[in-house]
């Protein structure tokens, strides 16, 4: 019946839905740039009934655990500003991002940046700046480094082709510092207590 030919197209037409909603994360816009033009990502987040001492302790524990001691963590990985009386919490990490990760092929790339925290009572702001990579010698052709900054290789300019869609090199490591700006920035509001938006999806019966 003409009911069902149209549910069966709008079922084909779901995943296409979602794959462009899950794609449009990465376009235009979805890497900031400040007035000096720098790459800055940052979020505040909400932690109530929550004073700055707590909130620093969380986000210190937090960083050393899973960021300075992380799974992908280098050894160069340190805290570089620890002052709780003003709310200032710097952090320099240097680790692996990985492209894949099998037991027949690894690609990965260097990544470092600096995760910074702004804590007052109730409330947080984390922000990674200072971003660039270097593919190790067996990533890249001739056995050379290539060290790349995000302003000249993930913004909006140098990431997207003229139709506004991820290019292939400049592209996938958009796509995946964005994937981990979103990993570091989540578990941070999780360890902080912070109040986390959730998606409610409603079903009819």
Known sequence: TMKICKLLFL?????????????????????????????VFSHTYDVPNTNKTEIFKRLTDFTQQQLIKGENALP??????????????AAR???????KKKAW???????????????????????LQRLHYI?????????KLQDYRAEDWITDANALNPK??????????????IDRKNEIFREAAKAAGAQLKTRTVVVEE
């Open 11 to 39: 079922l084909l037409l779901l995943p296409l839905t979602v794959v462009a909603q899950t794609e449009q994360k990465y376009l235009k816009g979805a890497v900031p740039v400040n007035e000096q033009g720098v790459v």
């Open 76 to 89: 160069q990985c340190r805290i570089v500003e620890n002052d709780e009386a003003n709310g200032l919490l």
């Open 93 to 99: 990490i240097e680790e692996y991002l990985y492209f």
């Open 105 to 127: 092929v690894t690609h990965r790339t260097r990544f470092f940046y600096d995760v910074i925290y702004q804590v007052e009572d109730n409330k947080f702001t984390v922000s």
């Open 135 to 143: 593919y190790e010698p067996e990533e890249t052709p001739n056995d």
């Open 164 to 177: 506004g869609q991820l290019t292939r090199m400049a592209g996938k490591f958009r796509r995946f510092t």
